[in-house]
């Protein structure tokens, strides 16, 4: 179905292009939408290449393609993008817009780009799409994450992640996911100090390049000394430093204790964390 709307959307390019202003009194840019493009590639490919061969000699600035469901797998995206590609040289523009249904969003939309697409369609927060997309913040984060040099010069990239959560909120009149991958609450709650990320290591992204901090996460089997100071100190409001090393050695050995009898209680809780605290100072 979609193709056939895109083929009925080349007729009108040039009228729009003759009354219909762009930038700055400019030519408009035209970008003709795919909705079921993945779909169109696996099922009739032939019919597929033939469509975008009449687009390639629209008056048009490019074309989107979706994953409308969000199931096809990254490596299937990269193969559909760089089949499009073949079709549709530069200057026309290749954009992706990656649904979320089965969890390959972000995989899939770099996929995309290694595959010679120009770049995603979508909005800063993974919901901005129905089902979920393969969020811009999420796209920008991991770009930065891989050495990425345009990203410090395009982006504001220290308000990234308090803008995306805050459109997000707007948005859906909710609180943002915990879990959610890169802008969600959990995503820098460090549960033990060797998982801190850090800025130059290779592949990595600590919070502070996109405007956030880290906060902790007691997790029993393996939060260290500093990790269990550090949510003492979300908790109570003191200083990490002021938390004795000795007693956070000791809430150590008895959250194992405790495990260990057969007891499973919620330490980073804030109550349960300020009980076993005086529980490792007494000893």
Not at 4 to 33: F, T
Not at 70 to 96: C, D, H, I
Not at 210 to 235: F, H, K, T
Request: net charge negative.
């Amino acid at each position: 179905m979609a193709w056939r709307r895109c083929a009925a959307a080349c007729r009108p390019a040039s009228r729009l292009n003759a009354n219909i202003r762009g930038d700055d009194g400019g030519q408009p840019r035209i970008l003709i939408n795919i909705v079921d493009g993945c779909d169109a590639f696996a099922e009739d490919p032939d019919t597929a290449c033939s469509i975008l061969s009449l687009l390639a000699e629209q008056a048009i600035e490019g074309i989107s393609i979706e994953d409308d469901r969000g199931t096809y797998l990254p490596f299937q995206v990269g193969a559909f993008v760089a089949v499009a590609r073949s079709f549709l040289p530069p200057p026309l523009k290749l954009l992706v817009h990656m649904h979320a249904g089965g969890g390959f969003e972000n995989a899939s939309v770099i996929e995309a780009l290694l595959n010679d697409a120009d770049g995603a369609w979508g909005g800063l927060p993974k919901r901005a799409a129905i089902i979920g997309h393969a969020s811009l913040g999420e796209l920008i984060a991991n770009l930065v994450r891989a050495g990425n040099p345009h990203m410090q010069a395009s982006y504001r990239l220290d308000q990234l992640l308090q803008l995306a959560t805050r459109l997000q909120v707007l948005d859906e009149e909710e609180p943002v996911p915990d879990d959610l991958p890169v802008l969600g609450n959990n995503a820098y709650r460090l549960p033990l100090s060797f998982f801190r990320q850090q800025a130059g290591r290779f592949m990595e992204l600590p919070p502070e390049a996109i405007g956030g901090a880290y906060r902790y996460r007691i997790c029993p089997v393996v939060s260290d000394a500093a990790v269990i100071a550090g949510r003492l100190a979300e908790v109570t409001s003191q200083a990490a430093e002021s938390f004795p090393e000795d007693v956070l050695h000791r809430m150590i050995r008895l959250m194992r204790r405790d495990l260990r009898a057969g007891k499973r209680i919620a330490y980073d809780g804030p109550v349960q964390l300020l009980q076993l605290f005086a529980r490792a100072s007494r000893l």
